[in-house]
C-alpha cells in the first residue's frame, strides 16, 4: 500500500511533457509545472512563437515568462526520491517466495515487515508495545538513537529544562521535578516550529531571490546605461574635434589667404619697383654720358634733368614685426584646458556617483577623494565686505565695502558667499580656516539674500546647515538650534555630503580624518557650499590633495 502511495505521488510530480519525475522544478504563472530543460524546449521550437502556451491548460502568455526554480516543489521531489529509493532498497524479512518491499522495521524485533506481514503488529497485544519505524536497513543505529545509554530504555520523555529526550527512570532519577513533556507532543510542537521556520526561510529565499534579479537587471541596466554615455560622449567628442578641425581650417586658409595676398601685393610691388630702376638706371647712365662729352649745346637741349614720376615707395614693415607671432593660439589652448579640467571634475564626481547598489561609506581618505569635488566662489553672492582672490578660491574679510555691482543674488547684511556648483550625490571638500571668525556651511539656492532677517543668515533657518568657528569654539546651527562641539586643533576642515542618503558630515583633516558632527536627514533639493566669514578671517577651498594607498 506504501509503495502504490508512492508511485501515486509520483505521478503526481511527474512532468506532462517527458512524463519523468520533475527535475528542477519550474512553475510558470497557470500554475503548472514543468522540468525546466522540457519547458524551454517546448517554448523554443522554432514554430513556437507568441504568444506562448501552457502545454496543458493552453492559457496564453504575451511575454515568455521568467522561469525561476521551484525550491519548494524541489525539495519535496528530492524527499519523494529518497523515501523511495529507501523503501525499494529495503525487503520484508518474512516473505519466502518473492520478497515484498519493507514499509516498517521493528526496533524490539529488529526485523523489516511488508505490509502483510506487518498486520500481527497493529492486530496482537503482544506486539503493542513494540517500536515501529519507517523501514530502514539500519535498525540498529535506530535502536540506538532512540534508547537511553545510561538505562536501555526508549527515549520517551523530552525534559523541556535541559532539553533533551530522556527515559522514564531518568526522569525519575537525573531530571527528578523538571518540567517534562512526551516526545510525540515535544515532536508535534518542534515540527510546527519547523514549518513556521520553513515558512520564513523560504519568505527570505523568495526576497532575496527578488533582490538577485533586481540586481541583474540593475547590471543590465547600468552596462546598458554605461554604453549610452560612452556613445553619447564619444558623438560629442567626435563633434568637437570636428568643429576643431573645421576652426583649423579656417584659421589655416585665413593665413594662408592672407599671406597670398600680401606676397602678390609684394610681388606686384616688386614688378614696378623693377620697371622703376630699369628707368632710372637708364636716365643715369644717360646723365653720366651728358656729364662726360663736350658738346654745349647737347648738354643744354637734354631733358634728362627731368625725372620721371613715380608713386611714393610704400613703408615696408622690417623684422620682427614682419610676422604673424602676434596672433596668439596658446591662450585659446589654456582656455580649453581650464574649461575641460573644470567639466571633468564635475563629470567624475558625476561618474563617481552611478552605483548599482548603494556603496559603504567612505572612511579613509582614499575613500574619500573618490568623490572630491571642484569649487569656486561666487562674486555675484559675496558680501561687499568679502574680497576674492586665487581664482575665486580664496575669500577674506577686511571689512571694507568693496565696489561690486548690485546683484539680486548678493547677501547685502551678512558676511556670506556661495559656491557656483550645485550638489547632489555624493560630494567631498576641503577649507583651510584662518581667523578666529569663520563658518562651514550648505544651504539650498532659496535662503535670503537681502536684510538681516534669520532667513538670510546661515544655519538660523531650515534652508542652510552651518559650522561654526569661533575662537577655537566649534558649534553646529540648523534652524536656529545650537549644538556645541569639543574643541578642534586642525585649521583644515573636510566636508562630505551624500545627498541621496541625507548625510552631511565634518571632519577635522591632519594626517587623519576625525568625524567633528554628522548630521542625518533628507534634503529636498540641490546644495550650495556656502561660508561666513568674520572681520579679520579668511577661508581657503583647497585643490584636491594626494593620499597614499596602503
Not at 506481514?117 to 530502514?136: D, E, G, R
Not at 614696378?272 to 648738354?299: F, S, Y
Not at 552651518?466 to 558649534?475: A, C, G, I, V
Amino acid at each position: 500500500m506504501a509503495e502504490s502511495s508512492g508511485s501515486e505521488y509520483q505521478e503526481q510530480f511527474s512532468c506532462p511533457i517527458c512524463l519523468d519525475p520533475l527535475k528542477e522544478p519550474v512553475t510558470i504563472p497557470c500554475g503548472h509545472s514543468y522540468c525546466m530543460n522540457c519547458i524551454n524546449d517546448c517554448w523554443g521550437q522554432k514554430d513556437q512563437r507568441p504568444p506562448y502556451r501552457c502545454p496543458q491548460c493552453r492559457e496564453t502568455f504575451t511575454q515568455r515568462p521568467v522561469l525561476k526554480k521551484n525550491t519548494v516543489l524541489a525539495e519535496m521531489m528530492e524527499k519523494l526520491q529518497k523515501t523511495h529509493l529507501q523503501n525499494a532498497d529495503v525487503l520484508c524479512d518474512f516473505c519466502i517466495t518473492e520478497k515484498n518491499s519493507a514499509v516498517k522495521s521493528c526496533l524490539q524485533c529488529l526485523a523489516s515487515y511488508c505490509e502483510i506481514h506487518l498486520q500481527p503488529h497493529y492486530q496482537s497485544p503482544a506486539f503493542m508495545k513494540h517500536k515501529l519505524i519507517k523501514a530502514t536497513t539500519h535498525i540498529q543505529e535506530n535502536i540506538q538513537d532512540n534508547d537511553c545509554l545510561r538505562h536501555g530504555k526508549p527515549l520517551d520523555i523530552y525534559c523541556q529544562d535541559d532539553s533533551q529526550c530522556i527515559c522514564y527512570l531518568c526522569m525519575i532519577d537525573i531530571h527528578k521535578g523538571h518540567n517534562v513533556v512526551s516526545v510525540e507532543s515535544k515532536l508535534t510542537d518542534k515540527k510546527k516550529e519547523l514549518r513556521e521556520t520553513q515558512v520564513k526561510c523560504q519568505e527570505m529565499i523568495q526576497e532575496r531571490e527578488r533582490g538577485q534579479q533586481e540586481l541583474i537587471d540593475a547590471v543590465t541596466s547600468f552596462k546598458i546605461s554605461a554604453q549610452e554615455a560612452l556613445e553619447d560622449s564619444e558623438k560629442v567628442f567626435s563633434e568637437l574635434i570636428c568643429s576643431l578641425e573645421e576652426r583649423y581650417s579656417e584659421m589655416k586658409d585665413l593665413i594662408r589667404s592672407q599671406e597670398k595676398a600680401e606676397i602678390d601685393r609684394a610681388e606686384n610691388l616688386n614688378k614696378q619697383l623693377d620697371q622703376e630702376l630699369t628707368e632710372l638706371r637708364q636716365r643715369d647712365e644717360e646723365i653720366q654720358k651728358l656729364l662726360m662729352t663736350d658738346n654745349q649745346v647737347h648738354i643744354l637741349e637734354s631733358s634728362v634733368c627731368v625725372l620721371p614720376t613715380f608713386e611714393d615707395i610704400p613703408n615696408i614693415i622690417k623684422y620682427p614685426h614682419l610676422s604673424f607671432k602676434d596672433i596668439s593660439i596658446p591662450p585659446f589652448k589654456e582656455v580649453l584646458e581650464k574649461i575641460w579640467q573644470q567639466e571633468r571634475t564635475k563629470i567624475s564626481r558625476e561618474v563617481s556617483n552611478v552605483h548599482v547598489a548603494e556603496p559603504p561609506e567612505p572612511k579613509t581618505p582614499y575613500e574619500f577623494l573618490k568623490y572630491f569635488c571642484y569649487l569656486q566662489l561666487d562674486p555675484n553672492t559675496a558680501n561687499k565686505t568679502l574680497i576674492l582672490s586665487e581664482v575665486n578660491r580664496k575669500v577674506i574679510n577686511h571689512s571694507v565695502a568693496q565696489q561690486y555691482p548690485d546683484h539680486l543674488e548678493r547677501f547685502d547684511w551678512y558676511c556670506n558667499v556661495l559656491c557656483k556648483e550645485s550638489l547632489c550625490g555624493r560630494c567631498y571638500w576641503e577649507v583651510e580656516c584662518s581667523g578666529n571668525d569663520c563658518a562651514i556651511a550648505v544651504s539650498y539656492k532659496g535662503i535670503g539674500r537681502k536684510g538681516k532677517s534669520e532667513d538670510c543668515r546661515l544655519g538660523s533657518n531650515n534652508k542652510s546647515w552651518r559650522l561654526s568657528r569661533n575662537n577655537q569654539k566649534f558649534s553646529f546651527i540648523h534652524d536656529r538650534k545650537q549644538v556645541n562641539l569639543p574643541a578642534v586643533c586642525s585649521s583644515r576642515i573636510g566636508v562630505y555630503l551624500d545627498h541621496r542618503a541625507g548625510t552631511l558630515s565634518f571632519y577635522s583633516v591632519s594626517d587623519t580624518m576625525t568625524l567633528i558632527h554628522r548630521v542625518q536627514t533628507t534634503f529636498t533639493e540641490p546644495l550650495y557650499p556656502a561660508f561666513a566669514i568674520g572681520v579679520g578671517s579668511s577661508v581657503t577651498i583647497k585643490e584636491q590633495r594626494r593620499v597614499q594607498v596602503d
